[in-house]
């Protein structure tokens, strides 16, 4: 990831149908031929929604990983225990695609 910042959330929708981050036109919210103005600003708002949540869900699971002792836990049926290693993993893997850093897709 690059080092420079990017602009601070919460971002909205703003005048002249921008994303906007402050008083930053971030990006323009375009209808093209294959989808409409109402599927437009849907993905906008879901952009919206990704980036303003980001580091929350980003420290949340940082810290559920951290609490747990970054490990899965001890689990008594072999199923159960596969399927928490799976788990596990697609944590790590979650965090680390949200920081930018290469996983293993």
Request: proline share 2%; charged share 25%.
């Amino acid at each position: 990831m690059a080092d420079t910042q990017h602009t601070p959330t919460p971002w909205s929708i703003g005048r002249r149908r921008w994303i906007t981050g402050g008083n930053v036109d971030i990006a323009r919210i375009h209808s093209v031929s294959k989808i409409g103005e109402a599927e437009a600003v849907a993905n906008a708002e879901f952009i919206i929604g990704a980036c303003n949540s980001h580091d929350a869900l980003l420290a949340a699971l940082t810290q559920l990983m951290e609490w747990e002792g970054n490990e899965a836990g001890s689990y008594s049926e072999d199923d159960t225990q596969q399927r928490a290693n799976e788990v596990w993993q697609d944590a790590f893997d979650a965090i680390a695609k949200a920081r930018g850093e290469v996983t293993n897709d």
